[in-house]
């Protein structure tokens, strides 16, 4: 993932016309995943630290050990850090670069769901879990099985059904993975082909394993026809997340190399998805990564920049109001309050 998007980025307006400040400034966060637990926020980033780690388009200087939990009893209520939450050392299987999580709760457990590379260098996705939900959550000694790539969200829908929806592609090695099998030599498809989609899965009763086959997502465009791999201001790159507003399915996601946040809706769980529009515009910061909850009868869109590094992979957590239009689509938010001009891509 290379880092032009940020050399020409003035981070003294962007600050200053920011819509929101960190959430934190202590510790560098990221990729929120956030969930309402009991009345109250629970934040679940990736905790960014530098590690010396050059960039490189495999993502490895992402090179995050563990993980922290956030929390707070209102989006503009005080932030609370709690205690190591996880640690990479503690986890058997899994070698380095602990990616964007996600955690659910069910019947008085909470399970922490995250992406690390394996020690053959292929990311996989793993449980922990606990009895608080921040918290220190113990993992189970092997990755889920039949999981790949990166970045686990997990639905819970009305029904009592959990989902988890997963991938990213370049660094996220989801191009590796046709019919859910590893091959090194697959690689993404040619740009009028359709597009790789996230995958989604069920979750078993003990939320330890997939209930079923991992199935590849349809993303259409407004015509029915797969969104296609070169049409890359639409087309899925990662951080699904998904979220359900008056009985239909959105679910959202990052286009990565051109920096949106977007979404498609859909009639169930496993789509097909129509794509709607952007969510969120390019961010300071290679990666965009988000998360949407409604609270208090508000929505709001948990995401990241990176305000007080200047460096992509030093990131902070911010929030701000996520607002619908009377047809349910989603008003379009500028972080900065007008669209950030990016070099390349992002326009
Ligand atoms: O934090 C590492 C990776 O960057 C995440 O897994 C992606 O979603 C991107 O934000």
Known sequence: ?????????????????????????HIFTADPAVHVFDGKIYIYPSHDIEAGVPYNDSGDHFAMEDYRVLSMDHPQGEVKDH?????????????RQMWAPDAAYKNGKYYFYFPAKN??????????????????FIAEPEAIKGTYSIDPSVFADDDGKYYMYFG?????????YKNNEYDANNVVPLPDEPALGPRVAKLSDDMK??????????????????????????????ASWMHKYEGKYYFSYSTGDTHFICYAIGDNPYGPFTYQGRILNPVS???????????????YLYYHDVQLSGKTHLRNVKVTELKY????????????GSPLQLPQGGG
């Not at 079923?212 to 087309?235: F, Y």
């Open 83 to 95: 205690d190591l939450a996880l640690h990479v050392k503690d986890v058997p299987w899994a070698e």
């Open 285 to 299: 910061g290679w990666t965009n990564h988000h998360a949407i909850i409604e609270f208090e009868g508000k929505w």
């Open 209 to 238: 394993q997939f209930a079923e086959h991992v199935k590849e997502i349809s993303i259409l465009d407004e015509t029915g026809k797969p969104i296609l791999a070169g049409d890359n201001k639409r087309r899925f790159f990662e």
């Open 325 to 336: 239009n009377d047809d349910g689509t989603i008003r379009t938010i500028d972080a900065y």
């Open 119 to 136: 020690y053959e260098g292929k990311f996989q996705i793993g449980v922990a879990i606990g009895d608080s939900p921040v918290g220190p």
């Open 168 to 176: 990213g592609i370049w660094g996220g090695q989801l191009q590796c």
């Open 1 to 25: 993932m290379p880092d032009e998007s940020i050399e020409h980025f003035d981070f003294e307006k962007a600050a200053q016309t920011s819509l929101s400040r960190p959430l934190v400034k």
